[in-house]
T-cell receptor, first 114, second 114 residues
Framework: GDSVTQMEGPVTLSEEAFLTINCTYTATGYPSLFWYVQYPGEGLQLLLK?????DKGSNKGFEATYRKETTSFHLEKGSVQVSDSAVYFCALREINFGNEKLTFGTGTRLTIIP | NAGVTQTPKFRILKIGQSMTLQCTQD?????MYWYRQDPGMGLKLIYYSVGAGITDKGEVPNGYNVSRSTTEDFPLRLELAAPSQTSVYFCASITEGPNTGELFFGEGSRLTVL
């Protein structure tokens, strides 16, 4: 079945450091891929998405490229800020015969220290 | 725009009590979901619905029930609360179509069973 494997956390970085959070997936078809972010005390919200191979999703300085050959969708940011401290979830969405399936990774907690 | 609204935000239950978590969305989405998020863990799907009158089990449905009498509302019922149901519950709805798939989450309901 479908699955999403995320880099285990927690991850602690200094402000302005480079961030990579790894995400790989298994799926039977051609899923859409997402990164969601959860700030403390809030629900999840969409950070970025990519719907087909080689697409790059970007938002708020974060980027992720849909790599079909490596089944990956790694999240990157060139210079993190304290306000980026949150939990990040990789997810995939697949539609088979009209049935929609969403699968989430376990989340990676990111803490940025000043 | 209200989006997805969940109530209550916090609740403490005694073992064996019952309660209903309310979820309402005003975006006319057909697909709605209930997830639970245990401390340090990812999201697990409890139940989902693809439209009014249609519901189906997710990964962890035991101890819960749902109904979907209208497009807007998707309540989750706990019949006999158990300590294992202590968790944060998120309701979500999704845009439809092959290239969308953004989940909109409520702010969450933190439930403690003592």
């Amino acid at each position: 079945g479908d699955s999403v494997t995320q880099m285990e956390g927690p991850v602690t970085l200094s402000e302005e450091a480079f961030l990579t959070i790894n995400c790989t997936y298994t799926a039977t078809g051609y899923p859409s891929l997402f990164w969601y972010v959860q700030y403390p005390g809030e629900g999840l919200q969409l950070l970025l998405k990519a719907t087909k191979a080689d697409d790059k999703g970007s938002n708020k300085g974060f980027e992720a490229t849909y790599r079909k050959e490596t089944t990956s969708f790694h999240l990157e940011k060139g210079s993190v800020q304290v306000s980026d401290s949150a939990v990040y979830f990789c997810a995939l969405r697949e539609i088979n015969f009209g049935n929609e399936k969403l699968t989430f990774g376990t989340g990676t907690r990111l803490t940025i220290i000043p | 725009n209200a989006g997805v609204t969940q109530t209550p935000k916090f609740r403490i239950l005694k073992i064996g009590q019952s309660m209903t978590l309310q979820c309402t969305q005003d975006m006319n989405h057909n697909y709605m979901y209930w997830y639970r998020q245990d401390p340090g863990m990812g999201l697990k799907l409890i139940y989902y619905s693809v439209g009014a009158g249609i519901t189906d089990k997710g990964e962890v449905p035991n101890g819960y029930n749902v109904s979907r009498s209208t497009t807007e509302d998707f309540p989750l019922r706990l019949e006999l609360a158990a300590p294992s149901q202590t968790s944060v519950y998120f309701c979500a709805s999704i845009t439809e179509g092959p290239n969308t798939g953004e989940l909109f989450f409520g702010e969450g309901s933190r439930l403690t069973v003592l």
